[in-house]
């Protein structure tokens, strides 16, 4: 799995210009700049093919990312950026719920939180709403290169019992920069593609 076919299909704002396919489909949510890009380009061993940036709110549309012609991946706008407008912060809400409440192609959400700091109003908001609507959520704990393995498990912890973790999802320790976790992240997505 380390040569990908990859390709951008489209960067669609509503349900009207999702991909017309069959083609299941894994969305990435998470604060802005938690590392939502950064996950899809380790994934597919690239080094900027979803575009990152450390300016947060850079995406902002629904990116459909091809793979393999077997699966797309759908990155989304990160919530939580302070410098957007009350209107701006709707239009999001709007399009996010659109896609992950109607959307039949979707199997799986890839939630991340930042495995340094306890998950934020908005990443338990987010998760309760994905509970809620019954849609499988595989939580990614991320930038774990910044913590030292010793303490991983104090904040798995930590991030499992601030977000009243449901210990039938899955759960990832996550890392960009070294790849930690990478084997298993592909891993638990291929369980809910096929
Ligand atoms: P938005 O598109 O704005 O919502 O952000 P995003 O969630 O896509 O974040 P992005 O992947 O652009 O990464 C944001 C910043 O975090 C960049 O500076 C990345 O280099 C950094 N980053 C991402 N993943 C990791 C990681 O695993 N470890 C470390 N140390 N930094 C990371
Ligand atoms: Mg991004």
Not at 150 to 165: A, C, D, G, V
Request: aromatic fraction near 12%; hydrophobic fraction near 35%.
């Amino acid at each position: 799995f380390n040569i990908h076919n990859v390709s951008l299909t489209i960067s669609a704002a509503s349900s009207k210009q999702y991909p017309e396919t069959d083609m299941p489909e894994i969305a990435l949510a998470g604060r802005s700049n938690v590392g939502k890009s950064s996950f899809i380009n380790t994934l597919l061993n690239r080094k900027n093919f979803a575009r990152t940036s450390g300016r947060p709110g850079k995406t902002q549309l629904l990116n459909f990312f091809n793979i393999d012609d077997t699966l797309h991946f759908v990155d989304v706008p990160g919530y939580g950026y302070a410098r957007v407008s009350k209107k701006e912060r709707e239009k999001w809400g709007g399009m996010i719920e659109e896609y992950l409440t109607t959307r039949a192609n979707l199997r799986a959400v890839v939630s991340l939180v930042d495995m340094r700091h306890e998950p934020s109003a908005d990443d338990i908001q987010m998760y309760e709403f994905l509970k809620y609507y019954e849609i499988p959520v595989i939580l990614v704990a991320t930038k774990a290169d910044k913590i030292p393995r010793s303490k991983w498990n104090k904040h798995e912890s930590m991030i499992k019992r601030t977000l009243q973790f449901d210990s039938t999802d899955d759960f990832v320790i996550f890392s960009s920069f070294d790849k930690t976790g990478l084997d298993q992240a592909w891993q638990v997505i291929e369980s809910f593609v096929d």
